[in-house]
């Protein structure tokens, strides 16, 4: 159960530097609550309750690969967040 517990710890921490990093972009382009901003916040918090609820899923035959495919999805989502953050004005 351990690494249930470390995959739920890296997507929360992983989703929450991106929120962290979008707070910090628009604090230092005067630009705080922006649309885009929000738009990249409420996609890591709608990926967020989407990768947990999959991690939570009982009776999953193969947990290896299910939680193998929840931690690439998890990568590929924050990387496409990652690059809309990188795009902010």
Same mark, same amino acid.
């Given at each position: 159960? &351990? ?6 710890? #890296?997507?929360?921490? @992983?989703?929450? %530097?991106?929120?962290?990093? @979008?707070?910090? @972009?628009? *604090? !230092?382009? #005067?630009?705080?609550? !922006? +649309?885009?901003? !929000?738009?990249?916040?409420?996609? &890591?918090? &709608?990926?967020? %309750? %989407?990768?947990? !609820?999959?991690? /939570?899923?009982?009776?999953? #035959?193969? +947990? +290896? ?11 590929? +989502? *924050?990387? *496409?967040? @990652?690059?809309?953050? /990188?795009?902010?004005?």
């Amino acid at each position: 159960m &351990a690494n249930i517990r470390e995959l739920k710890k #890296d997507i929360n921490y @992983v989703l929450g %530097d991106i929120i962290e990093a @979008v707070y910090i @972009v628009e *604090a !230092s382009n #005067d630009k705080p609550g !922006s +649309k885009e901003g !929000s738009e990249i916040i409420d996609g &890591a918090i &709608a990926t967020f %309750d %989407d990768l947990i !609820s999959k991690v /939570n899923i009982k009776g999953v #035959d193969n +947990k +290896k690969e299910h939680f193998k495919n929840v931690r690439k999805e998890l990568e590929e +989502k *924050a990387r *496409a967040l @990652v690059d809309k953050l /990188n795009k902010l004005p």
